[in-house]
């Protein structure tokens, strides 16, 4: 059973444009690592925040990135970020896609 990740990063102001085109670049990164099955994106530049739904096949494996990650882009964070990234963590429910639904 996989896990999604709901992770919101604050910029702060006058930095949103440089942690997103960042964020974007560093994306592959991401998607390369042990686990990572998805990745949602949605951003609003009028509140500096942009939210990711990851979808993971386990929280041991998102931490394993997560600290990586921490490593990877640490000095960034600090330099863009209000404060460091809100992460929840929850079980992932797949009720179908496609046509089923409309049943």
């Known amino acids: 059973m996989s ?10 102001d ?23 099955l998805s990745i949602h ?11 990711f739904a990851e979808v993971w096949e386990s929280e041991n494996d998102f931490n394993t990135y997560f600290e990586k990650r921490v ?7 600090a330099r863009l970020l209000v404060g460091p990234p809100e992460k929840e963590c929850f079980q992932t429910d797949d009720w179908g896609y496609g046509d089923e639904w409309k049943k």
């Open 14 to 36: 006058g930095c949103f444009d440089e942690f997103h085109a960042l964020a974007k670049k560093e994306l592959a990164f991401t998607r390369a690592s042990q686990g990572c």
């Open 41 to 51: 994106t949605s951003s609003s530049r009028n509140i500096n925040t942009l939210k």
């Open 3 to 12: 896990i999604t990740m709901h992770i919101t990063i604050k910029t702060k």
């Open 71 to 77: 490593e990877r882009s640490g000095a960034d964070f």
